[in-house]
């Protein structure tokens, strides 16, 4: 606005300096004096002055109104991205809480198969005893049930009458001192 006025305030100077030259030609040719020209001169300066400050105005108020829409849409982004930081905050804390709970599971879990596995071991050892004791006590009654069917066919083959001891007999043998005394009682 100041820039306008120096101007024509310039343009005023310049133009009365102008026309006190021209004027007396001026007087001469037309029926206009050289005020009324400078006066002609300074109203066409003040309506140029105020249509370039209503072009500034128009100008200023598009741009303040693009400040404050940019204001207003960059104030509502800051919002939501503080929101959103917010939310992802707290996504973050729940994942990592998850983490450590899943971790601690792990870890209980990485126990219970070791020990598993020493009681799998164990028990494959225990099986291990229990069969080399099993092997070893079938073929002990496998080789007993083999010696008893020899012995039954043995006793088959001499399955004829006998004369039986008699009574006196027995007796007799009972006197012998071929058993030992301890091991008569």
């Not at 305030?9 to 007087?27: D, R």
């Not at 207003?72 to 804390?93: G, H, W, Y």
């Not at 599971?105 to 126990?111: F, G, L, P």
């Not at 010696?147 to 001499?158: D, P, S, T």
Request: glycine share 2%; hydrophobic share 45%.
């Amino acid at each position: 606005m100041q820039r306008v006025l120096a101007m024509a305030s310039f343009l005023a100077l310049a133009m009365c300096a102008l026309s006190h030259a021209v004027a007396s030609t001026a007087v001469a040719r037309s029926g206009v004096t050289p005020v009324q020209k400078v006066i002609e001169l300074m109203e066409g300066m003040l309506a140029k002055g105020k249509a370039e400050k209503h072009d500034e105005q128009v100008q200023f108020a598009a741009y303040k109104q693009f400040c404050d829409d940019t204001t207003i849409e960059k104030k509502r982004a800051i919002a939501e991205a503080n929101e959103k930081i917010e939310v992802l905050k707290a996504d973050i804390e729940k994942y990592i809480a998850t983490a450590a709970r899943l971790t601690k599971e792990i870890a209980d879990h990485d126990e219970d198969i070791s020990v598993w596995k020493g009681d799998q071991n164990a028990a494959t050892n225990v099986r291990g005893i229990e069969k080399a004791d099993y092997d070893a006590m079938h073929k002990d009654y496998s080789e007993s049930i083999d010696a008893l069917q020899r012995a039954i066919a043995v006793l088959k083959k001499q399955a004829y009458d006998r004369k039986q001891a008699s009574f006196a007999q027995v007796t007799a043998l009972q006197k012998l001192s071929l058993i030992p005394e301890s091991a008569k009682r």
